[in-house]
């Protein structure tokens, strides 16, 4: 893997990434394909919609169909029928939101499975062979996040554990072309962030995921703590922002040195009749949108808005169409991919503050204190 910063204005960079399944314009947002496949749409589709990198889960994919079994297949590419870059999350964040079916010690995670309840284990060295099997572009550390309000005292156990993990994972065998990113915690402290943020900038990471953030605490402190590391993360190498994925939270986290993101919301909430729009978010069962002739958002080049109006969207939902499902995800994840787009398009060429203020003043981002 390879990572070439093309320009920086204020805290955003642009960037391209190479990896042995092409190349990623960055600022870049990942659909995530939790069970090797991004929910209602086609690999095709996804492309078309712009998305350079999907998010594959270690965890599930572990338990189903399992990791051996996809690499007998011939890897998570062929095996989902995705031809571009896959980064494969190590599953901590599920492992640890399983709570009381979780026990913990350094060696590792013992855990139920959600499925039948048989006994599993994760260990750093399970993880980093899981995705090798997998045979993923990008694999992620095994790291211990902690939600909030965790107290100083539980995340930096956490944080201290997942260092030592990290330089496990790093000692691991690496799979041929896999590039390996380790994950930076600190839970919701502000000395904890940056000393996170040193020790394993230190390492010989190819890239950096910030973990543990978006977890139920304030808007205003989650970017003060991603800015605390992103000022110390290693300039040259991609930082990745882990499952965030609102338009304010894009905007801000790129002012911010993001380089990467992913995020199930585009697609979760695509199942329940709400749209994305420049206008705000629309839930489309409302009775307002009855006999709406527009289109889901005005201005948006998706195949959806170019087609349908949101009148025949309501409907299917109302009817229960499947379809409903799948033109709202299709809008939905475009809108994001084009978000990010015209953000990082504008990096360098002095449009970007301009470019932030009218997203900003778009999506009723507030100022933050």
Request: proline content about 5%; some cysteine.
């Amino acid at each position: 893997m390879s990572f070439e910063l093309v320009a920086e204005e204020g805290g955003a960079r642009r960037g391209r990434l190479q990896t042995a399944h092409g190349t990623i314009d960055t600022p870049a947002f990942m659909p995530v394909g939790t069970q090797a496949t991004v929910k209602a749409l086609t690999p095709d589709e996804v492309r078309e919609l712009g998305a350079q990198v999907l998010l594959g889960n270690t965890y599930h994919l572990a338990l189903r169909p399992g990791a051996d079994r996809i690499a007998r297949l011939g890897g998570l590419h062929r095996f989902m029928g995705w031809e571009g870059a896959i980064l494969t999350d190590s599953g901590g964040f599920q492992v640890f939101s399983l709570d009381h079916l979780v026990k913990l010690s350094d060696e590792g995670a013992t855990f139920r499975s959600h499925l039948d309840g048989s006994e599993q284990r994760f260990t750093p060295e399970s993880v980093m062979a899981i995705q090798g099997q997998l045979g993923s572009d990008i694999a992620m550390a095994f790291d211990q996040p902690v939600s909030w309000p965790a107290t100083t005292t539980t995340a930096r156990a956490a944080m201290e554990r997942t260092h030592r993990w990290a330089a496990r994972c790093l000692a691991a065998e690496a799979a041929p072309g896999q590039s390996r990113f380790g994950i930076v915690q600190g839970g919701f402290d502000d000395d904890l962030r940056r000393e996170s943020a040193n020790v394993l900038g230190e390492l010989p990471f190819d890239g950096f995921g910030v973990g543990g953030l978006s977890l139920g605490e304030p808007k205003a402190l989650t970017y003060r703590l991603l800015s605390l590391q992103t000022a110390i993360l290693p300039r040259q190498r991609p930082r990745y922002l882990m499952g965030v994925g609102t338009p304010a939270d894009l905007v801000e986290a790129i002012a911010r040195g993001i380089d990467m993101f992913d995020c199930v919301l585009p697609t979760r909430i695509a199942r329940n009749g709400s749209i994305l729009t420049g206008a705000g978010r629309i839930n489309l069962r409302n009775r307002r949108f009855i006999e709406d002739q527009s289109p889901l958002d005005e201005g948006c080049d998706c195949y959806t808005c170019g087609r349908f109006s949101r009148a025949y969207l309501r409907h299917l939902f109302m009817a229960g169409e499947i379809l409903g499902h799948r033109l709202a995800s299709i809008h939905n994840v475009r809108l994001l991919v084009r978000l990010v787009a015209q953000i990082r398009e504008a990096i360098g060429t002095g449009r970007l503050e301009p470019t932030m203020a009218s997203l900003r003043e778009q999506w009723a981002i507030a100022p933050l204190p």
